[in-house]
C-alpha cells in the first residue's frame, strides 16, 4: 500500500532540556488507514498531533509526508497534503459557513487573486457531503460546537488533503452526529484518505478504525488493529480501571466498570 506517512523513531520536549513527553515513536500511515490514538488526559496525544503536521519541531527522529521530510516543506505545502482540525477551535470574526470551508482552498488560491469557480464547487459539495448545506449562510460565531466541528470538517476536506488529522473529532458531538461523523471517516477512508485521529473512547475504534495505537509512558504500548489492541487488558493499563468487552452485532463494545471510589465527603455534609 501507498506509505502517506512515516513516522521514525520520533521524540518530543517542550523545552531543551525538559523530559521528553514521547519518545521513539514510530508507524506508518498508508492511504486509506485509520488510526485512532488513545491513551489517558494529559500523556501527549495532542502533541504528537502537532508533531505529525509540523507544528511542533520534533527533538529526534524524522517524519516523511508522501515521502519527503516534513522540515524542508512550506506550510502551504503541508496544508496541501495534510487537512487539520485542532481540539476546541474558538471563531473569532463572523464569517459565513461558506467562507469559512471556502478557507480550506486557500493553499490553492494565490494571495491576490479571487477564489474560481472549481473552489466554489469543491466548497459547496464539502458543505453538501457533510450535511450542511443548510447553514452556508449563517454566521460561523452563531454555531453550536457540535456544529462548528462539523463546519471544521467540510473545510478541511475542502483542502482536498491526502492526510485527515483530526483531535478528538467528536468532542462537541451529541451522540447522533459522533456516530455519523465516524462513518463519514469511514466512507472517506474508503476513497483513499488517510485519517489519523485522537480520541478517549475505544469503541469508536471498532466503529471505524482499521488501526489503534494506545499512548502511554512516553510510547504506544501497543499498536496494531483494533481487534488485536483494544483488550481488556490493555485498556486496564491505559486508563487503571476495569473494562468488559462485549460481543454486540458485527463490533465489539466496551463497558467500562464501576471503580467503586471511596469518597471521603464529610466536609460537604457540614456546608
Ligand atoms: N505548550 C506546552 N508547554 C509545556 N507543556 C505542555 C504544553 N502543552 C501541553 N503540555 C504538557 O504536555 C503533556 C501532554 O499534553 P497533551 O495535551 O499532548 O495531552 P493529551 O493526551 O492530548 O491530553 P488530553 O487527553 O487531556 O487532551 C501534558 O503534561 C501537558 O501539560
Given at each position: 500500500?501507498?506509505k502517506?506517512?512515516?513516522v521514525?523513531?520520533?521524540?518530543?520536549?517542550y523545552?531543551?532540556?525538559?523530559?521528553?513527553?514521547?519518545?521513539?515513536?514510530?508507524?506508518?500511515?498508508?492511504?486509506?488507514?485509520?488510526?485512532?490514538?488513545?491513551?489517558?488526559?494529559?500523556?501527549?496525544?495532542?502533541t504528537?498531533?502537532?508533531?505529525?503536521?509540523?507544528?511542533?519541531?520534533?527533538?529526534?527522529?524524522?517524519?516523511?509526508?508522501?515521502?519527503?521530510?516534513?522540515?524542508?516543506?512550506?506550510?502551504?505545502?503541508?496544508?496541501?497534503?495534510?487537512?487539520?482540525?485542532?481540539?476546541?477551535?474558538?471563531?473569532?470574526?463572523p464569517?459565513?459557513?461558506?467562507?469559512?470551508?471556502?478557507?480550506?482552498?486557500?493553499?490553492?488560491?494565490n494571495?491576490?487573486?479571487?477564489?474560481?469557480?472549481?473552489?466554489?464547487?469543491?466548497?459547496?459539495?464539502a458543505?453538501?457531503?457533510?450535511?450542511?448545506?443548510?447553514?452556508?449562510?449563517?454566521?460561523?460565531?452563531?454555531?453550536s460546537?457540535?456544529?462548528?466541528?462539523?463546519?471544521?470538517?467540510?473545510?478541511v476536506?475542502?483542502?482536498?488533503?491526502?492526510?485527515?488529522?483530526?483531535?478528538?473529532?467528536?468532542?462537541?458531538?451529541?451522540?447522533?452526529?459522533?456516530?455519523?461523523?465516524?462513518?463519514?471517516?469511514?466512507?472517506?477512508?474508503?476513497?483513499?484518505?488517510?485519517?489519523?485521529?485522537?480520541?478517549?473512547?475505544?469503541?469508536?475504534?471498532?466503529?471505524?478504525?482499521n488501526?489503534?495505537?494506545?499512548?502511554?509512558?512516553?510510547?504506544?504500548?501497543?499498536?496494531?488493529?483494533p481487534?488485536?489492541?483494544?483488550?481488556e487488558?490493555?485498556?486496564?493499563?491505559?486508563?487503571?480501571?476495569?473494562?468488559?468487552?462485549i460481543?454486540?452485532?458485527?463490533?465489539?463494545?466496551?463497558?467500562?466498570?464501576?471503580?467503586?471510589?471511596?469518597?471521603?465527603?464529610e466536609?460537604?455534609?457540614?456546608?
Amino acid at each position: 500500500m501507498e506509505k502517506i506517512m512515516e513516522v521514525k523513531n520520533i521524540s518530543f520536549s517542550y523545552e531543551k532540556d525538559s523530559p521528553e513527553i514521547f519518545e521513539n515513536i514510530t508507524f506508518n500511515i498508508e492511504k486509506g488507514d485509520v488510526l485512532c490514538i488513545l491513551g489517558p488526559n494529559g500523556i501527549g496525544k495532542t502533541t504528537l498531533i502537532k508533531c505529525l503536521n509540523g507544528l511542533h519541531e520534533i527533538n529526534n527522529g524524522k517524519i516523511l509526508l508522501n515521502k519527503k521530510n516534513i522540515k524542508t516543506l512550506s506550510f502551504k505545502e503541508i496544508s496541501k497534503m495534510i487537512g487539520y482540525i485542532p481540539q476546541g477551535h474558538i471563531p473569532s470574526f463572523p464569517f459565513s459557513v461558506f467562507d469559512v470551508v471556502l478557507m480550506g482552498r486557500t493553499p490553492y488560491i494565490n494571495l491576490s487573486a479571487a477564489p474560481k469557480e472549481k473552489d466554489l464547487t469543491i466548497t459547496e459539495n464539502a458543505l453538501k457531503n457533510i450535511g450542511i448545506y443548510h447553514l452556508k449562510d449563517k454566521p460561523y460565531t452563531n454555531l453550536s460546537g457540535g456544529e462548528r466541528q462539523l463546519v471544521f470538517l467540510a473545510r478541511v476536506l475542502a483542502q482536498e488533503p491526502d492526510l485527515l488529522i483530526l483531535d478528538e473529532p467528536t468532542s462537541h458531538l451529541d451522540f447522533g452526529n459522533q456516530i455519523k461523523l465516524l462513518e463519514i471517516l469511514e466512507n472517506l477512508s474508503k476513497l483513499g484518505l488517510a485519517i489519523v485521529m485522537s480520541s478517549h473512547f475505544p469503541d469508536h475504534a471498532f466503529i471505524s478504525c482499521n488501526k489503534v495505537a494506545i499512548m502511554k509512558n512516553k510510547k504506544f504500548i501497543d499498536f496494531g488493529t483494533p481487534e488485536d489492541v483494544i483488550t481488556e487488558e490493555n485498556l486496564k493499563k491505559a486508563y487503571g480501571i476495569n473494562v468488559k468487552l462485549i460481543n454486540f452485532e458485527d463490533r465489539k463494545v466496551c463497558i467500562p466498570l464501576k471503580t467503586n471510589l471511596n469518597l471521603n465527603l464529610e466536609n460537604f455534609k457540614k456546608i
